[in-house]
């Protein structure tokens, strides 16, 4: 049987608001009928590309659907694949949180499922599993873990639990890696959630923070550490978790990124550098002025990178600066179709990949990232889903 709240106000927290509204810039548009979305992780893929470059280019359009969460649930992130997404908030006075599902056709939901501990981030979809990074209980609020949870019976399949606070797991087919700011890596079989291989980075003085979710290849998982005794970037074997190669270096926050043969390394402040995925060595850096680097997002064979003023286009294979366009970035950008779509301090903006001409541009801002489905974009407010589409 669905597992129910216990508490009313999760209970009817996945209630449904629709509204197909005129929302783009001209009065005349009619959003489309969105189609479905492959956006099963934090990054799209476990490559952390963030990009669905195949999906039909975004327009301004117009809001679909608009589905909202119970007053007192604050949406800490969201992903869909084929026809829905999962969505994962939190009670803002509880340690507990909720799992939903909503349907992309209409933004309907019939059941939520409490989870008893306060989630992290979004989930990662593998089939029916939604696998939650959430924290531990109140008794151990400096532990966590992760909870992998079939949406279709609403059972717990299996548990995970880590020293610190966990990021958002990477799957790639039956490998599950889970990372934790105390420097716990674990290979897990995705279904069953048995280890394959365990890894702890730092010493017994103190751990090193891992900070972002790892990037994953057929050979290796790519991590990025921060501590006295281990900082830097380490490729580790994918079948047994051995160092293969490791770069020393300076804090690097954001989650690498996999693209043909280079890893792509987003350093705190300064610089994109891309290194040879097998080997490890430097193959090319662009250096960037104004501080704060975003991941990059990478499709059409560029490069998307982006600081807290500029975005720019580099070739993968150089680095050579295609076109550069000036923005107030406030988060990573993502690639859709013939676009790139970058998220500033106050509205959203769609980027020509050609030339880094605008597009379209409309005002809202997510609080926690987008989703592209086809034809549109999912993205959160406080307690609120919206599917914004393209006009027909």
């Not at 934790?180 to 890596?185: A, C, E, F, L």
């Not at 394959?196 to 290796?220: E, L, T, Y």
């Not at 501080?291 to 993968?316: C, I, M």
Request: proline share 7%; glycine share 8%; net charge negative.
């Amino acid at each position: 049987m669905p597992s129910i709240s216990r508490r009313e106000y999760l209970a009817v927290s996945a209630t449904t608001v629709l509204a197909a509204t005129a929302g783009c810039q001209t009065s005349s548009c009619t959003p489309t009928d969105p189609g479905v979305a492959q956006w099963p992780q934090t990054r799209a893929s476990p490559h952390n590309t963030n990009a669905v470059p195949d999906q039909p280019t975004l327009t301004a359009g117009g809001d679909y659907w608009a589905s909202s969460l119970a007053d007192d649930i604050d949406i800490t992130g969201l992903v869909a694949t084929n026809d829905t997404a999962v969505v994962v908030g939190r009670a803002s006075r509880e340690q507990s949180g909720i799992v939903t599902t909503v349907q992309l056709d209409d933004g309907s939901s019939e059941t939520t499922h409490e989870l008893n501990r306060r989630p992290t981030g979004p989930p990662a979809l593998a089939g029916s599993i939604a696998v939650t990074p959430v924290l531990g209980d109140y008794t151990e609020p400096s532990t966590g873990g992760i909870v992998a949870l079939n949406t279709a019976s609403w059972t717990t399949t299996w548990t995970h639990d880590t020293a610190g606070r966990p990021n958002p797991p990477t799957v790639a087919d039956d490998l599950l890696v889970a990372t934790s700011d105390r420097g716990d890596v674990t290979a897990l079989d995705t279904f069953t959630g048995d280890t394959q291989w365990a890894r702890s980075f730092g010493d017994d003085h103190q751990r090193a923070s891992i900070p972002a979710p790892p990037a994953v290849d057929d050979d290796h998982v790519y991590i990025t550490a921060d501590g006295s005794a281990a900082q830097g970037i380490y490729a580790l074997d994918r079948e047994t978790g051995e160092t293969q190669w490791g770069i020393p270096g300076p804090n690097i926050p954001e989650p690498l990124v996999r693209t043909e043969d280079i890893v792509l390394a987003s350093y705190d402040r300064y610089e994109l550098v891309a290194f040879d995925a097998t080997s490890g060595d430097r193959q090319w850096s662009k250096a960037m002025y104004d501080g704060d680097l975003f991941a990059p997002a990478v499709g059409h064979r560029r490069v998307f990178s982006a600081d807290k003023e500029t975005v720019y286009a580099l070739a993968v294979e150089s680095g050579d600066v295609q076109w550069e366009q000036a923005l107030d970035v406030a988060g990573p950008p993502l690639v859709v179709g013939e676009s790139v779509v970058v998220p500033t301090t106050d509205r959203t903006v769609g980027l020509s990949i050609e030339d880094g001409s605008e597009l379209w541009a409309v005002s809202e801002a997510s609080s926690t990232g987008y989703v592209p489905v086809i034809r549109g974009l999912l993205y959160t407010s406080g307690n609120t889903v919206t599917l914004r589409t393209n006009c027909e």
